[in-house]
């Protein structure tokens, strides 16, 4: 099955490049007509189609700009004096670090050499971390991957309810956790990400407080995020994502 995926996807994309070569061989020989100056080498063996980019709007992932740009806010919000990230988005760990010192931490752990960005292993289902320590944590569009096996981890039906558990065992009294995950109708997309309900959440986390929950919806890219968003709306999403703060 998987070599069959391979193949259609790699004959839809000589179909793309065969449909669209008229188009960019224009292209290449008006920009060659018009370079005076030649300035850089152009041979045609160069030539790197990038398609279908000629919109009238940049695209974007709705879920990851906007649940990142969230975060940076709270941690600004949360006057933390250092902030623990478990496995999120390597660009919100490596932009924060510029105005707050990060520890990063991943199963797998990332190579990366920034000051105030320390980045080392943890493994979310076990976390080495002391009980009630860390004072500013984060954990985003992480733990729905957590048992499914995608990135090496082991096979468990509950490994998301444990990494919950450790999260919430971590965070310091009077702590703060920045918690987001896919939501709306509960189910698994095998073996991508878990998708959750509003009180699916509320459940894993029985020992702290929700003191805001925003909504990045279906259709954020027409109309963006909802903040302070109802249980109601979150549960009318197909892929929503909820982003969660809570505090202990």
Known sequence: MYNFLRFVKRSLSKVKFTLTFPLILKSYLSFRKM????????????????????????????HYIYHTAWAARKV??????????ISSSLYFSSIVSAFVPVKFYDFRPAKLNLS??????????????ENNSITSLSCMHTVEHVGLGRYGDPIDPEGDVQAAHELQRVVARGGSLLFVVPIGKPRIQFNA???YSYQMIMEMFPELTLKEFSLIPDNALQHGMIYNATEAQSDAQVYGCGCFWFVK
């Open 193 to 195: 990400h878990r998708i």
């Open 116 to 129: 105030n960005l320390d980045s080392a292993s943890a493994n979310l289902s076990k976390l080495h971390f």
């Open 35 to 62: 370079d005076k100056k030649k300035r850089f080498s152009i041979p045609f063996g160069s030539v790197m189609p990038v398609l279908f980019e000629n919109i009238p709007f940049t695209r974007f992932d709705t």
């Open 76 to 85: 600004k919000e949360i006057g933390a004096t250092e902030h623990v990230d």
